[in-house]
């Protein structure tokens, strides 16, 4: 290889290299790990890529490097070893002087996933004394694991009737743990995607952490805590692990709905000894703790003996109040004018959830900014036409199609998560596969797991199965789009 090769054959180089990917791995496996990372060098045998957060650069680094660098070979056949680093501002981190890792061996970790992941890091693997790893897990590294975004404060919240009691209960939490007690405990805050249950995580860690930088307080998304896991006990430092997270002060769980598999089981334990501790447990998900199937049911009793707090479908008056914050600060950043007939028109027209009117303002200043037209309801109408259709289509949940499934075809809902392979369990085990790819968004590795930890191949192999029946079946056919019909009244 050569340092000095021109960026548009490396660029070439690049293209040929995600292609190669995308067809080995599927499309939705590319788009999830690969698709945001970058080509940045060819030194000898070492491939430098770059990606956009501490979290990917481990995972691809730790999970993908043999078939990444297989993927090089066709082109340069020296190609040996692979090092993943984060960019920062659009600009990748400079590669470290230690060699990285051999793509052969997985089981020697890279610089880059060891600066990712500190909570599984070489010195818990060399059985480092649980005070040591305790005292490593200081604010910067505590909140590492899945990074808190300092603009979800307290302060930016908009609360209202849908979320005040959520906000309420999120501030005692953490003037609780600030003055070293414990109320509500677990809380468990639950609602659908978009009104606000990261933002109150994050401003919980926010706000402990800026009284007390000493506070070892630990936040994580499932998909992390499930990787820290699955990690250490590759290092085979799994009791390092589980001593370091029983030594916090305040967990922060995340996306619980994704939790699955040994990870759930060691969740369970973790949630039992700091309950014991009387240390703080906040935990979010998109389900209330009864629905959580993949927990054992000892677990989902401990969530719902907390404080279980729903957060409701935004109103009106919520709306049109978030609506004005953001405006607010549009206006004071970019000096723009926001009349009061688009921010009603706004808050009318986008009903979906808050990350949506979040970007339905966004769109209205890039329009301005891009264009100069002044921000008017014709302007809003055409900019958020996609955002407006998009509440007339019900939003379909994995747990709706389950129910529908199950009762259609006369099949108890545990039996299509059950690894039985009989021909009336398999045929709707995997039309609900199917019925969840066509009617949710979720991503194949999403839908492998709500349906009893599956791999992404088995769905998709079970999507192609239903969408030949459908050709092959004219009756079938039917059948199914009666319970699409079902389940999008």
Known sequence: MSENSPAATQRDLWMRVRARLKTAVGEDVFASWFARLELEELVDDLVHLSAPTRFLCS????NYSDRIVEAFRHDVPDAARLHVTMRVNGQARPRLAPAPVVAAEPAEEAPAARSAAPSVSADMSSAAPVTRLV?????GDALAGS????????????????????????K??????????????????????????????NAIAHAVGQADSSKNIVYLTADHFMYHFITAVQRQSALGFKEWLRKVDLLLIDDMQFLQGKSATEFGHTLGALLTGAKQ???????????????????????????????????????????????????ARFGMHFPPAVLDYVARAVTS???????????????NQLTGELITVPLAEKTLADLIR???????????????????????????????????????????????????????????????G????????????????????????????????????
Not at 159 to 168: H, P, V
């Open 59 to 62: 995972w691809v680094q730790s």
């Open 135 to 139: 005292q490593q897990a200081q604010k």
């Open 147 to 170: 990074a808190i975004d300092s603009r979800m404060t307290f302060d930016t919240f908009v609360s209202g009737e849908a979320n005040e009691m959520a906000f309420g209960v999120a």
């Open 172 to 201: 005692q939490i953490a003037n609780a743990a600030i003055n070293n007690t414990v109320t509500f405990n677990p809380v468990y805050i639950h609602s659908t995607v978009g009104l606000g249950k990261s933002h109150l995580l």
């Open 281 to 331: 447990v906040v935990v979010a998900g998109d389900a209330p703790p009864r629905d959580l199937e993949m927990l054992d049911e000892r677990v989902r009793s401990r969530l719902s003996g907390g404080l279980v707090v729903p957060i409701s479908t935004f109103d009106m008056d919520l709306r049109r109040a978030i609506v004005q914050r953001r405006a607010d600060q549009s206006t």
């Open 353 to 367: 959830h808050g990350r949506d009117l979040d970007g339905a303002v966004n769109r209205l200043v890039a329009a």
């Open 390 to 452: 998009a509440r007339d289509a019900k939003r379909v949940r994995i747990e709706d199609i389950l129910k529908i499934v199950s009762r259609h075809y006369k099949v108890p809902r545990n039996e299509l998560l059950s690894a039985r392979r009989s021909r009336d369990v398999v045929r709707p085990r995997q039309i609900a596969m199917y019925l969840a790819k066509a009617l949710t968004s979720r991503s194949l590795p999403e839908i492998g797991r709500r349906f009893g």
């Open 454 to 489: 599956r791999d992404h191949t088995t769905v998709l192999h079970s999507v192609r199965k239903v969408e030949q029946m459908i050709k092959d079946d004219l009756e079938l056919g039917q059948e199914i789009e009666l319970l699409k019909r079902m389940l999008e009244e």
